[in-house]
């Protein structure tokens, strides 16, 4: 079945670089897009960045100066890097799978990200 | 980007009743419209998109309407595993953007 997780670190220093990592299974990454959603404590939902599956992306505009997302299609695994966090960029990020890039059908649990020194 | 406005942000009910929620587009999205459920410990839910097509596995309790820039969700009679956090999104074009969520929760 279709499956996303997220891993990465749970504490990130201010200024420094958060790397993501995304793994799915029961889906190819060169069939759908993977999308990351952020969700900073007690707030709503806010789109990230996508990597479309033919492998160019998208980003949020707002963070796209900072924003880089790739993927490694044979271990299926789609990375979020973002460089200059600040205390703002603490969330939890979800990947999530768009069907037909649009609608997100298949989400990760999410992981939690703290910027902090 | 589009701006969506989702009402009300908290709402309490009981087992039984029903209760709506809606999503306000700041322009027309026709009808790309999707609501999540979100639960702790959970994965987000997919419940409706386009506006009114039920996910697979989505109760028949739950409908979406509307088209343009007004949507609401319905849940009628209430069963307890439907009380958490409804998120609206629209998917008619990127950024995709999401309502700030309503918390229904137990009377």
């Known amino acids: 079945q279709v499956q996303l997780k997220e891993s990465g670190p749970g504490l990130v220093q201010p200024s420094q670089t958060l790397s993501l990592t995304c793994t799915v299974s029961?889906?190819?990454?060169?069939?759908?897009?993977v999308h990351w959603v952020r969700q900073p404590p007690g707030k709503g939902l806010e789109w990230v960045g996508a990597i479309w599956s033919g492998g160019s992306t998208d980003y949020n505009s707002a963070l796209k100066s900072r924003l880089s997302i790739s993927r490694d299609t044979s271990k299926s695994q789609v990375f979020l890097k973002m460089n200059s966090l600040q205390t703002e960029d603490t969330a939890i990020y979800f990947c999530t799978r768009a069907y037909g890039g649009y609608y997100f059908d298949y989400w990760g649990q999410g992981v939690m990200v703290t910027v902090s020194s | 980007d589009v701006q969506m406005t989702q009402s009300p942000s908290n709402l309490a009910a009981s087992p039984g009743e029903s209760v709506s929620i809606n999503c306000k587009a700041s322009k027309s999205i026709s009808k790309y419209l999707a609501w999540y459920q979100q639960k702790p410990g959970k994965a987000n839910k997919l419940l409706i998109y386009s506006g009114s097509t039920l996910q697979s596995g989505t109760p028949s309790r739950f409908s979406g309407s509307g088209s343009g820039t007004d949507f609401t969700l319905t849940i009628r009679n209430l069963e307890p595993e439907d009380f958490g956090l409804y998120y609206c999104?629209?998917?008619?074009?990127?950024?995709?953007?999401f309502g700030a969520g309503t918390k229904l929760e137990l009377k």
């Open positions: 029961g889906f190819s990454l060169t069939s759908n897009s």
């Open positions: 999104q629209q998917h008619n074009e990127y950024p995709y953007t």
